[in-house]
């Protein structure tokens, strides 16, 4: 059943059980509630309502106080003030979706949270698409609310800026061989362009021809070696 669905039944249900209210907390109420997850704008509601200040107002304090409204934060001017019928999820438009907290504030310890997550998935699993990102990170349990495959996405995106991981179309071979081949996906990165030889490989050692004659008191040795010499004063 959808949320819509769902939020319709309670509403349905909520009107059963607040058979009291007066004819104004009644009629600011059923405006409210049939805005559904797109809340409405104080202003927008007296315009339809076309009655006084104050009485909007007390009603809006008694719905509220019944916990038959709520008043949600409008990310993109939070001057304004939305209220909705108490049941129903704020959409993502309003509210700015899942990387803002309550106030209506960037959560960037989520999201630091997140990306961290989900770089460890992607080196754990060598590659990955979005679709398994997405699964590994709701079944840690880790948040509030389950991420979707669209917000997974913009943290990849962010860990591709960061030069973290790049992005690949998997061959179907060799790390690839349980991803179809052409199907994007994602794995580390050879870190901010760095060669993908180890450390040690700049050693003038890794390319020398008579390095198994090389001991430490032989003729060719490291301390008589003057290629070395100029690698460790560079």
């Not at 362009?193 to 180890?198: E, H």
Request: net charge positive.
């Amino acid at each position: 059943m959808s949320r819509v669905a769902d939020s319709s039944l309670t509403l349905k249900r909520k009107r059963a059980d607040t058979p009291r209210l007066s004819e104004d907390d009644r009629k600011v109420y059923d405006v409210i509630t049939s805005t559904e997850s797109a809340g409405i704008w104080m202003r927008d509601l007296k315009r339809k309502l076309n009655r006084p200040d104050t009485v909007i107002n007390k009603s809006i304090k008694f719905l509220k106080d019944k916990k038959l409204i709520k008043e949600v934060v409008n990310i993109q001017n939070k001057g304004k003030k939305h209220f909705m019928g108490f049941d129903f999820e704020p959409s993502v438009d309003l509210t700015g979706g899942a990387w803002y907290d309550d106030e209506g504030k960037l959560d960037k310890t989520l999201i630091e949270v997140s990306k961290s997550q989900c770089l460890q998935f992607i080196t754990r699993s060598k590659v990955a698409t979005i679709g398994e990102i997405t699964e590994a990170i709701n079944n840690l349990g880790l948040f509030k609310v389950k991420l979707t495959g669209v917000q997974i996405e913009e943290v990849v995106q962010s860990l591709i800026l960061d030069k973290e991981i790049v992005e690949a179309q998997s061959t179907g071979k060799g790390d690839f061989a349980i991803i179809p081949a052409g199907e994007q996906c994602y794995r580390r990165s050879n870190k901010r362009g760095l060669p993908k030889t180890g450390a040690l490989a700049s050693i003038p050692c890794g390319v020398c021809p008579r390095l198994n004659e090389c001991t430490p008191n032989g003729v060719i040795s490291p301390s008589t070696c003057v290629y070395f010499k100029k690698w460790l004063d560079f």
